[in-house]
């Protein structure tokens, strides 16, 4: 499986409830766990600056993927603010990913992991405006097109 998956399947996993609210939070925290991670990752999403910062075409696709696989779940839900997406890892999903990570050499695995436990610990809990906020003070390239200025 692409490392990137990995990573997205991986920063879910380190979520306590397996799951991500909303698009752009999917969209910020595997950004931050590319860019602020020390981590050396195998590969990388290439983002351009967009409505809300940093978004990856290619990133939303292989999330489609894997929803495709089982892996994990999209869903669009009503919230307080209108429709969301909510991401979910699915038990196939897990099993997967444990698989896969330990196909992997041992400095992918643990660059993979680090980076998704990063992104989770640091960002997890962050209201999306403060997170924004983050990713637009630090990465100001990613916020010349948002819709926020």
Known sequence: MNPRKLLVMKTLEENDRHKIDGRTRLQ???FLAQKEASAD???TYTYIPY???P????????VEELDGEGYLT?????????KKYVYE?????????REELEELDEADRKAIEESANFAEGMF????I?????HVYNNYPEYAKNSVLK
């Open 89 to 97: 890892l699915t038990e196939e999903g897990k099993e997967r990913l």
């Open 41 to 43: 990752l195998p590969s």
């Open 51 to 53: 409505d809300y910062g």
């Open 124 to 127: 997890s809990d962050t209201p």
């Open 74 to 82: 999209e869903k669009r839900v009503s919230g307080a603010r209108g």
């Open 129 to 133: 405006s403060r997170l924004l906020e």
């Open 28 to 30: 910020k925290l595997v």
């Open 55 to 62: 978004f990856s075409a290619s990133l939303l696709d292989e």
